[in-house]
């Protein structure tokens, strides 16, 4: 981000301003720019600069800041800021991101907050707060304009111009006398109706919702297909509870996008920002799948050992060791980003499993035809003989054909059983490929040389 090409005062002009005590002055600039902007200068301000810059907005735009920042910000702010002034901030915030601050504090912390809040505001957060992690209920906001079927659009409207506050008023959802959800009506068909037209006769009756309980990435999907910018949420009876809107949807999709690029790396997603995380935590993070890969190493070293005798009498084989398993894991890991990405798109599922088979298979044997090519050109320049080369050669395409099938199959089976394919894939598949590739190297070997 260029902070010139926005306009914004660059960090060693705050800086300046800070030592010289030209707070009014800052206050006066910061008052014109993006809370957004103003959150991003947070960022790039060491902490003690952060929390004087901070301090010096007003409540409505600090607010909005605070809502902006990133984890390790914060974090500063909540240990630097007075409890009473954060408190503050968060009765300004609309309730949903209230909950979402609060959620990635320490207990204590966010119960000593949630105490200093407006009791009404506070009482509302608690409730989010009581909703299980990563469901519609926490995502969702109280604040949703319910209209019912008999008023008319002109008293619809008087209606609206009496409201304090809203989230959103992109679409205003009907209920009936139980608070049920019966019907929509967007916006636009409400301006285009005619005053003594009523609710009932303009609204949509196929308005979609999500559960309370529905998990954030069924939502995140829900979403993406219909391409809504507001999603009514609803109680198992149905009774119309709240909102999610699209901008803490597109937090979800970033959320779930850093837990699978953790879980392909071999690790468990951080739940805090990563300055935020103790390296004892992030030890227990990585520890479990590291020592499990470790041991499935392993599986390498016995096959090497097995064929023991094929590499003291043939000494050769053992240049193109990494040779093989490095072809064999870059393959896999190219597939399996590839069916990892399919299946989130619900591309790919266990009923078309064979024909993503087939296809990758087709992809991995022209693949290996021409790493086979190389790897022959390769194998006779080093001078190891043609046998060698000619063992080099027909491994690779095996190998990478093998790869692409493991890479295939694994993830299309676990996201079957509802496991999620990241956590199986990227190092173990890896680790798989460069086990069985060996026996399938050595194992030639064994059938070409005769040894």
Known sequence: MDDAALNLPTVEEIEQMVTDSQLTELKSQLERI????????????????????????????????LDETGGQVRQELVEKVDDERLADLLDELPMDDAAEFLEDLPDDVSDRLIGLMDPEEAAEVQELLAYEEETAGRLMTRDVVSLRRQWTVSETFDYLRSLEDAETLHYLYVVDRD??????????????SQP?????????????????????????EFVSRYDYFVVPVVSLNNELLGVVTVDDVLDIFEEEVTEDIHRLGG???????????????????????????FVASTLSGEVIRFFQHELDVVVALGFFITL???????????????????I?????????????????????????????????????L?????????????TLPIIVIWSTTVATVIPILADRFHIDPTVISGPMIATIVDATGLLIYFSLAKLILGV
Do not use: C
């Not at 200068?41 to 607010?63: G, N, Q, R």
């Not at 009523?198 to 069924?218: F, H, K, L, W, Y």
């Not at 468990?268 to 499990?292: M, N």
């Not at 190891?384 to 050669?393: N, R, W």
């Open 34 to 65: 993006h809370p957004a902007d103003i959150a991003w200068l947070l960022d790039e301000l060491d902490a003690e600069t952060a929390v004087i810059l901070f301090e010096l907005l007003p409540i409505e735009i600090a607010s909005e800041v």
């Open 196 to 220: 003594n037209k009523t609710i009932g006769e303009i609204m949509s009756r196929n308005v979609a919702s999500v559960p309370v309980n529905a998990d954030q990435e069924e939502l995140a």
């Open 324 to 342: 093989i398993t490095g072809t064999g894991g870059n393959a896999g890991s190219q597939t399996v980003a590839t069916i990892i990405r399919a």
């Open 179 to 192: 608070n049920k959800l019966i019907g929509v009506v967007p916006l636009r068909t409400l301006i285009l």
């Open 382 to 394: 080093w001078h190891t003989g043609f046998e060698v080369a000619l063992v080099v050669a027909f």
């Open 267 to 293: 690790s468990e997603p951080l739940d805090q920002p990563y300055f935020a995380v103790s390296v004892f935590q992030i030890v227990r993070k990585r520890i479990g799948w590291l020592l499990l890969l």
């Open 344 to 380: 989130t798109l619900d591309e790919v599922r266990l009923n078309n499993l064979g024909a993503a088979w087939r296809r990758e298979v087709s992809v991995g044997l022209l693949l290996g035809v021409v790493m086979g090519a190389v790897g022959i050109v390769r194998a006779l």
